[in-house]
């Protein structure tokens, strides 16, 4: 069974920084994507940044050159490392894997697995 496991999050004051992890455990068959979403309250999910397995990434706007993901080589570990925050980087952060596995209901070939959600609270 295939589990995500997320720390990290917290309280940090504006232009302070966090760093996100998330491990993945079970047996997977491929990594189709990797990324990090985050949901503020009244506001819908949205994708901060994702990874795919050979490197390549892309991040959302109001992040880009402030947050950084990147994987463990030789681990399913991914990592959101965030510099410089701003009080609206304040939401609940999710890590997302999609992933090609043989589950209970048989074979996925691009399945969703979602972290269970860290807090990051940016103010003075």
């Known amino acids: 069974q295939v589990q995500l496991a997320e720390s990290g999050g917290g309280l940090v004051q504006p232009g302070g920084s966090l760093r996100l992890s998330c491990a993945l455990s079970?047996?997977?068959?491929?990594?189709?994507?990797m990324g990090w979403y985050r949901q503020a309250p009244g506001k819908p999910r949205e994708l901060v940044a994702g990874l795919t397995p050979r490197g390549g990434t892309n991040y959302a706007d109001s992040v880009k050159d402030r947050f950084t993901i990147s994987k463990d080589n030789g681990k399913n570990t991914i990592h959101l490392q965030m510099n410089s925050l701003k009080p609206e980087d304040t939401a609940v952060y999710y890590c997302?894997?999609?992933?090609?596995?043989?589950?209970?209901?048989?074979?996925?070939?691009?399945?969703?697995?979602w972290g269970q959600g860290t807090q990051v609270t940016v103010s003075s």
């Open positions: 997302n894997w999609n992933v090609a596995v043989i589950a209970e209901t048989g074979y996925h070939r691009g399945r969703d697995y």
């Open positions: 079970g047996n997977i068959l491929k990594i189709n994507n």
